[in-house]
């Protein structure tokens, strides 16, 4: 019985790692993504100010 959950672990292990690690590519791409669309509205935001015109409307839904 030992050698089957060692044998189960070994089994396991790979797939868990491999996850995690793709868990971890997409959720620093996604934050990445987030951060540069907020600093792209503060730019253009800074931007519009700068010319006199007008705050653009929030685009969210």
Not at 26 to 49: F, L, N, Q, Y
């Amino acid at each position: 019985m030992d050698n089957f959950w060692l044998n189960a672990l070994w089994s396991l292990t790979p797939t868990v790692l491999l996850g995690l690690l793709f868990w971890l590519i997409i959720r620093s791409i996604v934050r990445s993504d987030r951060t540069e669309r907020e600093a792209r509205v503060r730019i253009e935001a800074e931007e519009r100010a700068k010319r006199g015109l007008p705050a653009a409307a929030p685009q969210g839904s």
